[in-house]
């Protein structure tokens, strides 16, 4: 996966944001796309994330990655 550099991040727009409130899980491409997903689920199950979220981030992903 490319990196992003804090640049980088900070210069998306919300919109490419699994959680754009709070700036988490940016997606600017697939391969971010398939990483949210990952990192979501995996957040879910540790019980840091709820499923509401997770399934919020879900669908965006699933948007990008049918770009």
């Known amino acids: 996966m490319a990196k ?9 727009p919300k919109s ?4 754009p409130t709070e700036r988490k ?3 600017p491409d697939q391969t971010h796309a ?3 997903k ?7 199950n540790a019980g ?3 499923e509401a979220q997770k399934d919020k ?11």
């Open 4 to 12: 992003l550099s804090s640049a980088q991040r900070d210069a998306l």
């Open 16 to 19: 490419d944001f699994g959680l």
């Open 25 to 27: 899980y940016p997606m």
């Open 34 to 36: 398939r990483d949210a």
């Open 38 to 44: 990952a990192r979501a689920a995996a957040q879910e």
């Open 48 to 50: 840091k994330l709820s």
């Open 57 to 67: 981030i879900d669908r965006k992903a699933d948007r990008v990655l049918d770009k």
